[in-house]
């Protein structure tokens, strides 16, 4: 028998990084306010064009969003501003390394992909892929162990969804093989 007080510690096979970064943090930083002050000049423009004025009975539908959206807006400059006068003085740190980016992109690309999967081949065989695949690809277990629960957690998600609760959710050929 194991001792309860000993912890589980699983030591990575990746070499420390030291790749380069590919952006800073202060570019991040000023991209962010940059679309953000973006969304505010939108926001404002359709706000004034839906009416952001006061009338007789009360304030017209884009009063009160107008100015959330000045204030936004506002914010995103002072916040641009701001970054542009620190960076005469301190340097930016880096935000992300080209391997950090590699094991992000490693997560978003199938994630991205499982949605047109999804409305191919259906939610519960492109959830079995994706498990499977995370399980395989990223988590590096046994493919014996990761078909066994991409199909254990498939199944119980088909009878929650279709048997128990009777909700609708995309089907592709393999459902309707079976008649549903």
């Known amino acids: 028998m194991s001792d309860p007080g000993t912890a589980i510690v699983v030591e990575p096979d990746e070499p420390p990084d030291d790749s380069p970064d590919i952006t800073s943090t202060r570019t991040v930083e000023v991209g962010t306010l940059a679309v953000l002050l973006a969304f505010a000049v939108l ?3 359709d706000n004034w064009r839906t009416g952001a004025a006061w009338e007789s009975t009360g304030p017209q539908a884009g009063y009160f969003p107008f100015y959330v959206a000045i204030i936004l807006a506002g914010a995103c400059v002072y916040g641009i501003g701001r970054e542009i006068a620190v960076s005469r003085r301190v340097p930016s ?15 978003l690309v199938p994630t991205v992909l499982f949605v047109p999967v999804t409305s191919w081949l259906g939610l519960y ?8 695949g995370f399980m395989r690809v990223i988590g590096r277990i046994a493919w014996w162990k990761a078909i066994v629960t991409a199909l254990v957690f498939s199944v119980a998600m088909f009878v929650t969804f279709e048997i128990a609760f009777d909700v609708i ?6 459902e309707h093989l079976f008649g549903y």
């Open 169 to 174: 959710m995309p089907k592709g050929p393999l």
């Open 125 to 132: 065989v492109a959830s079995f892929l994706l498990i499977a």
């Open 93 to 107: 740190e880096g935000f992300v390394t080209v391997n950090q980016m590699k094991r992000v992109l490693a997560v």
């Open 43 to 45: 926001m404002m423009w």
